[in-house]
């Protein structure tokens, strides 16, 4: 539906809001319409660059932001913009370049601006160059949490613990309800091995607080283990509600591929191998599979670089032996067997009487809280595999 009464200002306006929103859709609508009335208008040009961005559309992202620049050379979030694409494809100087030509225009102060570039440094790998960023965003706020918060998440990625600690404590100082830097320290402070210290700043966070599965695991893990809570007690209730949040729907593909993996697991004959018809149809289902999931992408999906590899752990089930094998555990103890055998044997040892389900579902996200490493716990075989992976014991045969 047109708007024939809005001027280009009000375009960007409502536009800006969707985007804010994450309503990327409807704000791209809305600038496309706003650019076929005002086909001159920067804003709505790198407006539509950055929807384009969100949608993960670099090439049409890229063009929208050239386009704003043909309008206005020194346009400082059209430069952003543009920077920000160029990494993508791996034009890294000429990223640099865009980013470093807002400086030349004058544009530091702009701590908004500072970060916004810092963010997207960091996300891409450049974290050198994103501290330097940060850092002209402090000294233009020293008052900012958030930026003296970025200083410290640059240093630890560079491997500077000390330095990253004090500029997170620093953050909290400034703004002691800035959640995000708290439960940053908990983390560190968790792989630090200073786990009181770690149990301590996580307490002081709220499931809100949590956008990442990984610190909740660790707090739920370190609540039972010094608190003697049972996997039912209502205090992780609201922790584990979170959890659940965070992990969304599952992904139908994600699901069937589960599936198959549990179904070559079970798929053995008697002499136990696959016979060569069960291989070549759970084979032939795989390469469905992906070929459906591919043929429902968009252009932009494509280029995301994240497509799934189903056929790598996959092959890995199927050659399977499924005679008896052979585990160690960290502490030394050792487990044979067949697949299944083992891992209810270490249920015994730990939870007897859970259904063996659920007591790989709980060791799974205890591994992952401890490790950081996801470990599946849909079949036994896969199950040791991942915790293998994840260095929680040793497969000896």
Known sequence: MTNPFLSSEEYDERAHALYNE???????????????????????????????????????????????????????????????????????????RAYDRTIELGYEDDVDLMLQIGRALFREGFVEHSLTFFERAVRNAEDSAEAVACIGYAQHRLGNDVEAMVALRRALVLDPKFAEARVYI????????????????????????????LGIWRLIELKKSVYKLKDSDGEL????????????????????????????????????????DQLEALGSLLTGL??????????????????????????????????????????????????EE????????????????????????RFYGATGMRVASHAPEAFLRGSADAGMLRIVR
Do not use: C
């Open 237 to 276: 209730k609201p922790w584990e509600a979170r959890l659940v949040e965070l992990a969304g729907e599952p992904d139908p593909i994600d699901e069937l591929l589960a599936e198959v993996e549990q179904a070559a697991v079970e798929a053995d004959t008697e002499d136990g191998h696959p016979s060569q």
């Open 186 to 213: 908990a983390n560190l402070l968790y792989d630090a091995g200073d786990l009181d210290a770690a149990l301590l700043e996580f307490e002081q966070t709220t499931p809100e607080d949590h956008w990442d599965e």
């Open 22 to 96: 994450a309503r990327y859709d409807e704000a791209l609508e809305l600038l496309r319409e706003g650019l076929t009335r005002y086909p001159q208008a920067v804003e709505l040009h790198v407006g539509a660059g950055y929807a384009r961005l969100a949608r993960e559309e670099y090439a049409w992202a890229r063009r929208s932001f050239e386009e704003a620049l043909m309008h206005d050379p020194e346009h400082e979030d059209a430069l952003a913009g543009l920077g920000e694409v160029l990494l993508k494809f791996g034009q890294v100087e000429a990223g640099l």
């Open 342 to 365: 083992i891992v209810q044997a270490l249920r015994d040892a730990r939870d007897a009487g859970r259904p063996l389900d659920e007591y790989m579902a709980m060791e799974a996200r």
């Open 290 to 339: 992906v070929g459906q999931q591919q043929a429902g992408e968009s252009p932009g999906e494509q280029g995301s670089g994240q497509a799934n590899e189903p056929g790598a752990a996959t092959t890995d089930v199927l050659m399977a032996d499924n005679g008896t094998h052979r585990v160690i555990m960290r502490d030394g103890s050792a487990f044979e067997g067949s697949w």
